[in-house]
Structure formats: C-alpha cells, structure tokens
C-alpha cells in the first residue's frame, strides 16, 4: 500500500512540476516581450511642447526635457514640469524610436519625438519616451533581468508540485473512504 501510494504521488508531482516549469518559461517569455508593461503619462507642460532634447541619464528615469514652439525649455522633474534653461546636451530626437528586443506596446497616439535610455547587460532595462501630436508627454519602463528567470527555473515547478501533492492527498483520501466504506 506505501508504494501505490508513492507511485500515485510520482504520477501526479513530477508531470504537474515539469507543466509549472513550461508555464512559468511562457510566462517569463511573455513578460520580456513587454506584455505587461503600460505607458504612463507624465501630462503637458504648460506650453505645447514640439520636441524632446534631454532625457536622463539614470535607469528607470522619468526626468525629461521638452522645447516649445515659443523656445521655451521644460523640464520633468519629481512629477512636475519646470521652466529651465536649454541643457548643454540637448538634441534633437527622431520621431521613432528603434525597434529593438524586447518589444514594447505601441504608444497611444501619434508621435511627434520619441528617446529612449536603455542598458544590456544582467539585466535588460529600457525606458522610453514618446512626445505625441497632442502635446502630452508618456513613458514606458522596462526591465527584465536574470531574476525573472526565477520563474519558470523555481517557482513554476514548485507551484506544480504543491498542485501535485494537493491532487493526490485529494485522490488517495477518496480511494481510502472507498476502501473504508466498502465500495461506492
């Protein structure tokens, strides 16, 4: 009876722990292609802005510098924007951005200036401003490293072992009743 009940148990932990790992790979690969990643709006500037000329130079940064149509410099900074002087690096952004790995959502307008700052390395980490027709201002951040491979390595396995264990605990305490109860 010991061995069934670990052959019943095997049955159950090691397909269920071998689905979680191929889960938990789909799901990592969903979200390094963006999947669950939404733009933000960081709002207008008091002035119609017609293109971006500075973003920082920090990971997951949301400062940004816009110009006018009247010359006028503002910048993004701790949730609002500020009058400031033209930085020494500004420049002048394309109006697309470079399709690279991993995709990102398509903005939600029409856009007018796009920059991006982005890091290869542990880690993939982009973040990404777009200017659109409208005058708004709106960034995506992105970020997927070694650690989200903790998923489908650990987590999704374990999730389907615990499911694998639970199902049979269920199953052999139905058999066991049966027996117990002679039949039915």
Known sequence: MRITRWIVT???????AISGFFIGLWLWYRMSEGALVQW??????????????????????????VETDSGKVYR???STWQATEKPPTARNFPQTCYA????????????ISCAEISAFEWITDRT?????????????????????????????PLIGALIGVLIT???LRKNQRKVTTGGT
């Open 10 to 16: 095997a049955l159950f932990i090691i397909p269920l």
């Open 40 to 65: 933000q709006t960081l709002g207008s500037p008091p002035e119609k802005a017609i293109r971006i000329i500075d973003i920082g130079n920090e990971f997951g940064t949301q400062d940004i510098s």
């Open 76 to 78: 993004f900074k701790q």
């Open 100 to 111: 690279t790995a991993p995709k990102l959502p398509s903005p939600p307008g029409n856009v």
């Open 128 to 156: 990404r401003f777009v200017l659109l027709d409208n005058g708004t201002v709106w960034r995506v951040h992105h970020q997927v490293g070694i650690e989200a491979l903790l998923i489908p390595i650990c987590i999704g």
């Open 169 to 171: 605990r269920f199953v």
